[in-house]
């Protein structure tokens, strides 16, 4: 073989056996082997050559040609087998076990909603939702709170330009409902409420409350009682105990703080009662006759009760959650642990 035919063949072979693709070496295959291709080109000069001289150099050339053909077929077929390879390394098992996508998970605060709503839905009361931005008249005055009333620093709010205001309490629709009707009522009111609080741990600028009040002939304070009773034991359990400690709400009269027994430690003492065995759940009361002549009810007739709880602190209590803020904050995080 020719030093022209050597250096060609040890080229071709270099750069056939450096090819990285299936398409690299068909080009490669034209280049060489092609009707314009290199060995072609040798073969062209077949008849400029001495008769003597052809034998030689088209054996050589076909040699030479050999060598090219083997290795591009060698070359070819090692490029195909890692490509099946690789194949195999990226297809999907169908008998795998496929990935799950993530459950949602019930907001601690959406649950214990639904329980409560479902405990006042069995003892026959409406559920019904009022308006987030109150006027003045519902949210004070009709419930005995008049203007300059110190009652109305406990709910110091928010106010709007136009003279309205986020509703501190759903308290304001106990006048609205009841001057839509005639009595009996019996009237659950979930919402949120707001009230310019400095956030803390146990405090929020807006928390979730539930207002509940019957009105009614002969209703009196043994039926708030009883009422509390099976509410709770429902929501906190059947052992649960209710302790009457009086107070002062404008809006009833009598009025009483309730505390129950810790669900956690059953009232023998723990961290969440701070060791009393007691956690003051709720306020609540008979309402005031003014209440009821606001609403254009004959208080000489009918009488009623009514009670507002925290449905956030009802959560913190029945999850020993210790930040109100965790329920507000979107931490998903603490979310997926319910």
């Known amino acids: 073989m020719t030093p022209q035919l050597k250096d060609l063949q040890q080229s071709a072979l270099k750069v056939i056996s450096s090819s990285s693709s299936i398409s690299s070496l068909d080009a490669l295959r034209v280049t060489y082997l092609g009707r314009k291709g290199e060995i072609n080109k040798l073969l062209e000069k077949l008849p400029t050559l001495a008769q003597d001289e052809r034998g030689a150099y088209g054996t050589a050339v076909n040699s030479l040609k050999q060598d090219i053909t083997k ?4 070359r070819q077929q090692e490029l195909s087998h890692s490509a099946i390879q690789q194949s195999a390394s990226q297809t999907i098992d169908v008998t795998l076990p496929g990935l799950k996508p993530p459950i949602g998970h019930i907001h601690p605060l959406t649950q214990i909603l639904g329980e409560i709503t479902d405990a006042f839905e069995r003892m026959g009361y409406e559920i019904l939702e009022g308006n987030d931005i109150e006027n003045d008249h519902y949210n004070f005055e009709v419930l005995n709170i008049p203007k300059h009333h110190p009652a109305r620093d406990l709910q110091d709010t928010f106010w709007l330009t136009n003279g309205l205001l986020p509703r501190t309490h759903t308290s304001a629709m106990q006048v ?7 009595p009996p009522f019996r009237v659950c009111v979930p919402g949120w409420v707001y009230r310019q609080e400095r956030e803390d741990a146990t405090h929020a600028a807006y928390f979730h409350q539930v207002e509940a009040f019957a009105v009614g002939e002969h209703i009196s304070f043994s039926d708030l009682k009883g009422t509390l009773y099976t509410l709770l034991k429902q929501l906190l359990g059947e052992e649960t105990q209710l302790k009457f400690r009086a107070s002062y709400f404008p809006y009833v009269e009598p009025c009483a703080e309730v505390s129950a027994t810790c669900p956690h430690c ?19 009361g008979m309402i005031h006759p003014t209440v009821l002549k606001n609403a254009n009810i004959d208080p000489q007739k009918y009488s009623g009760f009514a009670f507002a709880f925290g449905s956030t602190r009802l959560a913190m209590l029945k999850y020993k959650i210790n930040d109100l803020r965790l329920l507000t904050n979107g931490n998903m995080r603490f979310l997926e642990q319910f």
């Open 266 to 284: 059953k009232g023998k003492g723990c961290t969440v009662c701070s060791q009393s065995g007691w956690i003051e759940i709720l306020g609540s």
């Open 176 to 182: 609205r409902v009841m001057e839509t009707g005639k």
């Open 71 to 74: 290795a591009l077929n060698d």
